[in-house]
Every structure is written in structure tokens, then in C-alpha cells.
């Protein structure tokens, strides 16, 4: 049952991460940040593929998924173009995240004022 | 009493029935946002022929401009400080990071606001991740080839 999968895999990485929050002096930004540099790693060893085939969305809808594709642009652009490729294919899968959050930020902040 | 004390004793009582009801609140939206992104990747798949790994990017950039237009229309704000890590760790936060930065910032012009503040809270997410998945990646293909 792939969207109880989703559920249970979203929600417990999130209640992991307010544990965190709670629990330590942590900030957002380190915990978010703490979390990408966990999924590179858990895509080095493997495991985060076996994350999406089991949760689908819910493993790729956390920024830890931001990791996974960071590193396996870096995997795919060193098999397509050798060295080379390590560090142009870095960024390639994560180009969708972070240019869609730059064109839709950068427009929006000509239409909106902040609310407080 | 004195005011250590008064600490010790505030702490022993409120913070665990609110940290129990932060997680459960972060369990219950994250959970959410996973099951709901499911059900569009399940969607895009059988209605419109898209393949999965495109799915998925897809989903993302429906996250990424639902929860930039919420974070405009000032409704994010609250939820977040509300929902915490149900709403942070999701690509959600991350979008709404870079949002709230470009209208908080875009007031002291292109360049010394918007410009050099965009990623003030992002920044940190793409230089570790970055960092990261480059180190982990030539790792990667030491060991595996």
C-alpha cells in the first residue's frame, strides 16, 4: 500500500526531525541542512532508492531528497562524461528544485509585501 | 522560590505535553504532504502517461509554487511556527525559506536586498548539500565504480 507507505515514511522523518528541534538547540536551518547531508549519504549507501521504491512520495517530497539527487547527478555525469562530469553533473537533477524556487521567489516578490 | 528554581519547576510541567503534541503535529502533516504528493505522482502516472522519475519532479515543483504562493499570501508564516518539521523539512520549507527572504528583502532594492539576501536561509541547505553530494558522489564512484 504505497500511500500509507508515503504517509509513514513523510511523517516519521518529520517527527524525527521536531525531536531534533525539541529536544536540542538545533535551528531550522541546521536541522534541514542535517537532513540533505543524510540523504547524499543514505544515497551513497544505497538506501535511499530502496526509500522511494517503498514510500514513492514520501521519500522525495523531504529535503533530504535534495541530497539523494545532488548525489546522484554527481554519479550520472561521471558515468556520461568521466571527471568531468563530477562536477557537471552535480546539480543537473536538482536543477528543477532550486530553479523553480528562484523564478517563482524572485517573481512573487514584485507582487506581494511581506505581511509582518 | 527562587528563580532557578521557578525554572526547573516550568520546565518539569509544560514542555512535554507540548513536545508530545509538536510530534504528533509533525508525524500528522508530514505524513500528509507524503500521502497527498503519492497521490499526484499516481495521478500524473495513470492519467497522464508521465514517467515516475519525472513524477516525482513534477510534485516537486507543484510543492515548491503552492508553498511560495501560501508564504505570499502570508498564510505560511503561521502554519510553520504551528506545525514546525511537518512543514520545514518537506521541500515545502525549503521553498518557503527562499520566498519569505525575497519579500522580507525586496524593499531595500535589487541588488543590496533581494540579491544579496535570496538565499540567507536556503543558502546553508544548497552549500552542505552541495558539499555533500559532490564528496559522497566521487566516494560513490571509488567504491562502486
Redo the contacts between chains.
Sequence with gaps: MIYLNAFLLAGTLCLLGELILDNTKLTPGHVTSLFTVLGSFLAFLGIYDKLIEWGGAGATVIISNFGNMLYQGVIEGYHEMGVLGLFTGVLTKSSAAIATSVIVAFLLSFLFKPKN | MNKDEYKKLVEEYT?KEK?LK??F???????????F??????ILETSFGVETKDA??W???F???IA??L????FF?NWVSKC???L????T???HS???????Y?KDGLITG?GSN?FK??G???????I???F??????IFYG
Design positions: 514542555p513536545k509538536n510530534a503535529l509533525a508525524f500528522l502533516v508530514g505524513g500528509a504532504i507524503g500521502f504528493g503519492q497521490v499526484i505522482v499516481t516525482y519532479i510534485l516537486c515543483i510543492i515548491i509554487l511560495s504562493l508564504t505570499s499570501f502570508g508564516d514546525k518539521a511537518g520545514i523539512l518537506p521541500t520549507g525549503f521553498a527562499v520566498t519569505s527572504a525575497a519579500l522580507d525586496r533581494l535570496f536561509l536556503a546553508s541547505v544548497l552549500l552542505y548539500g552541495i555533500s553530494g559532490f559522497f558522489g566521487v566516494l560513490g564512484v
